[in-house]
């Protein structure tokens, strides 16, 4: 049943690295309505804040999830199947799937069978955590099928209605808001000293070439203005995983040079680090949107190319565009006003009301009369069999969303024994995607 006035409205979000996390826990926060049925902010209303992680490469240390610095009721690590036998058992009001796209297909099959006899489930959302630039068709339609598809400004909007009405897919689940974690002071200048933050991003680029590219135009840059204080803001240490593998670290690399002392690495919450930064520079991170919306001058690198490999050909038109060269020149790019506007970024004000629409939605939909109707994705046996099952399959689901015989904890809490056995064989798979097998794709590369 949904929560009513008096309780706090039960919301869980399951993720699969510490930036989904991030999305999913403060997206949950934002969306929640203050009364299921009755459109409105959640100011007076209190939820209750339970938190999956998937386990996998990726899932995120105990450092990370720190960093990020969201925090919930409850927070455990879970298999795909050990989930869903939680949405079978827990009555919740909300779900927020901050998945890649295929653990979301995933989930959306799975929950289908776990809720196909219950008479009220909770809504379900999904979306992208932050700037969508590849796999544009094949990431929405494996999150096709959930109740809220939350596009991150009004150009994907556009674009993700435009992919589902053109395979003739029901849109109406797009719902445009922004992105959850924008927010701080508007950018004033006149920092001492002045702070020049490169933004690194864990596989753009990828290559040793192009990285220690960047890294040694950063020093440089450092060398060339000893007043200044430069900064390399990274998101992981080395050894740890968030969404997309890093086999470079620049840890690694700048051992191999000597920086002066005016340039420093950082780690931590990124908005902490925007409070003292007069000039960001990335190649195409999420960050650069973080900047714009506090109005800090930022500078999204052409040194590479302008390529949708790197990601850079998303701020095309942005304004943001320019080259280490350029900018040691003295150059500070303007961002386009109406680009900035598109992007969901709210330099000017109206970011409180971004998640309204999303929020007025869900309350209608736990309001409805004789609950939410089956979830029904765009994938199924039909319209891809040789496509689903593979997907399926990965997370230990049958063709109909069952759990595959075998599946981990598939029918029982695993005992003592078990669970140690786990976190070792979890342990070895770790080692193996983060230190072996970048060594070996190294050396077939000689």
Request: proline share 8%; aromatic share 6%.
């Amino acid at each position: 049943m949904p929560a009513s006035a008096t309780k706090p409205l039960r919301v869980a979000v399951l993720a699969d690295s510490d930036t989904r996390w991030k999305w999913g826990a403060l997206t949950a926060n934002r969306i929640a309505p203050s009364e299921p049925g009755k459109p409105g902010a959640a100011a007076g209303r209190g939820i209750r804040l339970d938190g999956y992680l998937l386990r996998g490469r990726a899932t995120p240390t105990a450092r990370q999830l720190g960093e990020v610095g969201v925090r919930a009721d409850s927070l455990r690590e879970v298999t795909a199947v050990e989930f869903l036998r939680a949405m079978r058992e827990e009555p919740y009001d909300l779900l927020v799937l901050a998945l890649v796209g295929g653990g979301v297909q995933a989930m959306l099959h799975g929950l289908g069978r776990v809720w196909e006899d219950r008479p009220r489930r909770p809504v379900v959302v999904t979306g992208y955590v932050g700037v969508v630039y590849e796999k544009l068709a094949d990431g929405l339609l494996l999150r096709h099928g959930a109740d809220l598809v939350l596009a991150n400004s009004r150009q994907d909007a556009d674009r993700f209605r435009a992919v589902y009405e053109g395979v003739g897919a029901d849109a109406s689940s797009v719902t445009e808001v922004a992105l959850p974690f924008l927010g701080g002071d508007a950018y004033t200048g006149g920092q001492r000293p002045y702070t020049v933050v490169f933004a690194a991003q864990p596989s753009v680029p990828d290559g040793r070439r192009d990285r220690t590219y960047l890294l040694d135009r950063l020093v440089r840059h450092a060398r060339r203005h000893p007043e200044r204080e430069v900064l390399l803001k990274l998101r992981s240490k080395p050894g740890e995983h968030t969404t997309h593998i890093e086999e470079l670290p620049y840890q690694k690399l700048v051992q191999r040079l000597d920086p002066p002392a005016n340039f420093r690495l950082v780690y931590g919450n990124m908005g902490e680090v925007l409070d003292r930064t007069d000039l960001l520079v990335t190649v195409s991170s999420t960050a650069a949107l973080e900047s714009l919306h506090r109005r800090i001058p930022t500078v999204v690198l052409t040194d590479l190319g302008i390529r949708e490999s790197l990601g850079n050909h998303h701020f095309v038109g942005s304004g943001c565009l320019a080259s280490w060269d350029q900018l040691d020149a003295g150059h500070r790019p303007v961002p386009d006003a109406e680009w900035v506007a598109r992007q969901g970024v709210a330099a000017e004000g109206s970011y409180g009301t971004a998640f309204d629409t999303a929020r007025d939605r869900i309350a209608e939909l736990l309001g409805r009369p004789g609950g939410l109707p089956p979830l029904t994705p765009y994938y199924t046996p039909v319209t891809a069999p040789g496509y689903l099952p593979g997907i399926l399959a990965r997370h230990h689901l049958g063709p109909d969303g069952a759990p595959l015989p075998g599946a981990p904890a598939a029918d029982r809490e695993p005992g003592a024994v078990r669970q140690i056995v786990r976190r070792a064989a979890r342990g070895a798979y770790r080692h193996g995607v983060q230190r072996v097998a970048p060594v070996i794709r190294r050396m077939g590369e000689l």
